[in-house]
């Protein structure tokens, strides 16, 4: 992009498409390729801090002299910070710059595990999560407004699915490197390990986001006015309902693998690198899907999974059904998300970025119900297998809801697009 064209475009001060401002056409020049880039580097960095936390538990738990099921306290910080404290800085930052935003956010990360490597206590690394957590869902947001910017008119399911890659290579990657780290050297240098991404991000952010006046906000009252549409918060129920399926089988991988199909511990990560290129595959794929084919996507994400999962309650003591399966669950699942954006930002096309929050605290909210309903149904003495029938009943709540409410109407359309 050329310094004349960032002068002379206009700068909308709300979006007039479902996705975020738009130009007249993909943003010309090389820049395109370094600036998606950049985005998922960053979902990539929040994502290792995310997961890795996840893999060293114990380790900080005996470190700061507490018990494991206190010091989850931390994890659970995290996705408060994201369903909490994600949205609020999303609306305190309505009228930024979206590429001031990201790079505001990245600051911020950097800060929350700095303090969370250095943290004396539990108390202070509980707070100091959550505050990193508050990062998560602005970040999302916005930085699917730019990757939407880039990619030209009519592809913000791409766009969301791009900035979403960093976050499944996370769970194949980054995830077992935080985890593998924490072992050898210390959970403190989990987070200093996660800093250096994060800088990495942080510089390629710096070099790559556009500069230009079509990313600035808008107004905090048009951002208000959209959480005062039932339809954002019927689809916000959708997808914590749809998408816990995925927490009530991935949360639960371990189990699965050694105590219902008996194998060796020492296939867990396989296990979790198989659930983790299904969420890839999906999601790469299920963002062009929801820029072409309207809910479909969501429609055959939530059904395809409820056949998945019937698979794995029945069969999935056999490793040979249960691998495939945890492919399935991951890639039926990531196959539908960025419907779900898609829809949120075609209800309240004026606040892209708070839509994109939104969605992350929807996910984390299903992050919870997931893992509850895994637990009751275990606590309930139905076997190690019985997670997947509580994923079963959430997910179809949230395809009955979306099909009776705000999906009615519209199954079988395909979004109007822009003109180019």
């Not at 206590?121 to 699917?144: K, M």
Request: hydrophobic share 50%; charged share 10%; aromatic share 10%.
């Amino acid at each position: 992009m050329t310094a004349s064209e960032r002068t002379t475009r206009p700068g909308p001060a709300h979006p007039t498409t479902s996705y975020g401002p738009r130009p007249a056409a993909a943003a010309p020049g090389p820049r395109k390729g370094p600036t998606l880039f950049a985005l998922a580097l960053g979902t990539f960095a929040i994502g290792t801090g995310e997961f890795g936390s996840n893999g060293i538990i114990q380790l900080f738990a005996a470190d700061l002299g507490t018990s494991v099921p206190v010091a989850t306290y931390a994890i659970s910080a995290y996705a408060f910070g994201v369903m909490i404290g994600s949205p609020a800085i999303t609306l305190l930052a309505a009228r930024a710059n979206r590429r001031t935003l990201l790079l505001g956010l990245i600051a911020l990360f950097l800060v929350g595990n700095v303090l969370s490597a250095l943290a004396p206590n539990i108390a202070t690394l509980v707070v100091f999560r959550f505050i990193t957590g508050s990062v998560q869902g602005a970040y999302f947001g916005a930085g699917a407004v730019v990757a939407a910017y880039v990619y030209g008119p009519g592809k913000g399911g791409r766009a969301f699915a791009t900035v979403m890659g960093g976050l499944t290579v996370a769970t194949i990657l980054g995830s077992p490197l935080g985890t593998l780290v924490g072992q050898h050297a210390g959970w403190r240098a989990t987070y200093w390990t996660v800093i250096g991404l994060g800088l990495l991000a942080g510089a390629a952010l710096l070099a790559w986001l556009p500069r230009t006046d079509d990313l600035h906000g808008g107004s905090v009252a048009h951002e208000l006015g959209a959480l005062r549409r039932l339809d954002v918060w019927l689809m916000v129920a959708v997808a914590a309902l749809g998408i816990s399926s995925i927490f009530a089988v991935y949360t639960f991988i371990g189990p699965f693998v050694t105590d219902a199909a008996r194998e060796s511990p020492s296939l867990i990560p396989v296990a979790l690198a198989v659930f983790g290129l299904g969420m890839a595959f999906g999601n790469h794929f299920g963002g062009r899907a929801a820029d072409r084919h309207g809910s479909r996507p969501l429609i055959y994400g939530f059904g395809y999974v409820l056949v998945v999962l019937v698979a794995i309650g029945l069969f999935g003591a056999d490793i040979l059904i249960l691998l495939p399966a945890l492919f399935g669950v991951g890639a039926t699942m990531m196959f539908a998300i960025p419907t779900i954006q898609v829809r949120l930002t075609e209800f309240a096309p004026e606040a892209p970025t708070l839509m994109g929050a939104l969605n992350l605290a929807a996910l984390n909210l299903a992050n919870s119900l997931g893992a509850i309903g895994g637990a009751v149904t275990l606590g309930a003495g139905w076997g190690t297998l019985s997670t997947v029938w509580a994923g079963f009943v959430l997910t179809t709540a949230g395809l009955i809801l979306f099909l009776t409410t705000v999906g009615r109407e519209k199954t079988g359309a395909t979004p109007a697009r822009p003109p180019a």
